[in-house]
């Protein structure tokens, strides 16, 4: 009998050393603090430090740090935005039942993915800069980015993303995100391509369901499922470029955005379906190599997704084919050595229409050899950028550079090079 007591001590304490805590002390400090403030007409600072920032744990601690906010930015947004403060708070509250909710299913994603992770779950409240971060094995959450709903005030933010950013957030909960972004924590970094951060960000959704046991909601898969043939058509015609933009955080651009959450929930829950070994499944797809082509790919057609063998080389051909290019520049041939330096403007010939955000870099040679002035704009077919020019010197080599930062067609497709190099030189006198 006391062999079996002694080892029940012993395996308690083991679960309770290699446990998990979750921490929402920070939540609780920071309403008191906020609280306070409201009252007080001076010494805001030390009420603050006293109340809130002497008191926060390790995990705000950390999110202060890697996300760059202080107690300044603190008191600027308590001053700046007090309708959208008063709004989200009884959505803040991490009550015992939802903590219970999570524990059991980080209890169940150790079941279905052994683990030997220690790390730490803090619900904090920052300043609006990020919704969560990892830090090691440790999941930071500012939950003031997450919970809030159409109930939520945003009329005070000055930036559009903000004002957008709970306009689909009505159906996804708290319990959701955590686990979501729990794992994180196992997965490799980096994103190689279009396919590889859809598939690292939409299987976390799925195991969030599995552990769950609930359905994972969320407005990109309601509007996936609806619209299934014709999202896989257009993702399968990007999934090997870097066209991130328009697959994920586009809710300024998109009526449907983060398509490629759901593109990857799918080939990951295809993929898990279509396996003997269930567990093997979820290691495979946690510790999936994400900044490898191939692997990504070995794991699509596994998933058969695509129905089928997947030929990248035509896909990747094909997707360059619709990247907009410059044709010519009408005024010489780039690079000519004998310009007329009377010259007034530059017309850039694009292949296809483009949008009017068009990224335009300095000279490396330096400013003196940057020749631009102004940027006149597009013309009415969106194909020729008119750029009027400086007085040129006699005899001087002049350049700059058409990026893609941003440089994309109507249709979404992103410039074709890196940096497409103008340059000239202008004659002697």
Same mark, same amino acid.
């Given at each position: ?81 007090? @309708? ?50 990892? !830090? ?39 319990? @959701? ?9 196992? @997965? ?54 870097? !066209? ?23 080939? #990951? ?5 279509? #396996? ?146 103008? #340059? ?6």
């Amino acid at each position: 009998m006391k062999k079996i007591i002694l080892t029940l001590i012993i395996l308690t304490f083991f679960n309770y050393t290699n446990a998990q805590k979750i921490l929402t002390s920070d939540i609780t400090n920071f309403w008191t603090a906020y609280d306070s403030i409201q009252k007080a007409n001076s010494n805001k600072n030390e009420i603050l430090e006293n109340l809130f920032l002497n008191k926060k744990t390790e995990g705000l601690n950390a999110f202060m740090q890697i996300k760059k906010f202080d107690k300044d930015d603190y008191l600027k947004a308590f001053e700046k935005y007090p @309708q959208f403060w008063n709004s989200i708070r009884p959505n803040t509250l991490i009550d015992a039942k939802k903590i219970k909710t999570i524990n059991k299913a980080l209890t169940k994603l150790k079941k279905l993915y052994p683990n030997n992770s220690k790390g730490n779950i803090y619900y904090t409240i920052g300043t609006l800069k990020s919704g969560g971060t990892t !830090n090691d094995e440790d999941l930071l959450l500012g939950i003031e980015k997450i919970v809030g709903n159409e109930n939520t005030i945003v009329s005070e933010f000055e930036n559009e993303n903000l004002k957008k950013m709970f306009q689909f957030s009505k159906t996804t909960t708290i319990e @959701q995100v955590t686990i979501h972004e729990f794992v994180h924590t196992f @997965q490799n970094d980096g994103e190689i391509n279009v396919l590889s951060k859809a598939i690292k960000e939409g299987s976390c959704d799925f195991v969030a369901e599995l552990t769950l046991n609930k359905k994972f909601n969320s407005h990109y898969i309601d509007y996936g499922f609806k619209n299934y043939e014709q999202i896989k058509f257009q993702f399968k015609s990007e999934m090997f470029s870097q !066209n991130f933009g328009n697959w994920f955080y586009n809710s300024d651009l998109s009526k449907n955005p983060d398509l490629g959450y759901f593109v990857g929930y799918v080939v #990951s829950k295809k993929y898990y379906e279509n #396996s003997k070994d269930k567990k093997k499944a979820i290691k495979d797809i946690i510790e999936l190599d994400f900044n490898s082509e191939l692997a990504v790919l070995q794991f699509l057609e596994k998933s058969n997704y695509c129905e089928g063998k997947i030929n990248v080389e035509q896909i990747k051909s094909a997707y360059k084919n619709k990247q907009p290019k410059i044709i010519r520049i009408v005024e010489f041939d780039n690079g000519n050595q004998n310009i007329n330096q009377n010259i007034k403007q530059i017309q850039i010939v694009f292949s296809k229409p483009m949008n009017e955000k068009i990224s335009i870099n300095f000279s490396k040679f330096g400013k003196e050899h940057f020749p631009l002035k102004n940027i006149v704009g597009l013309d009415e077919t969106k194909t020729i950028l008119t750029l009027e020019i400086i007085d040129l010197k006699f005899n001087t080599e002049y350049d700059f550079y058409v990026t893609d930062r941003g440089t994309k067609s109507i249709d979404g497709y992103p410039f074709a090079e890196e940096e497409y190099k103008v #340059s000239f030189k202008t004659n002697h006198k």
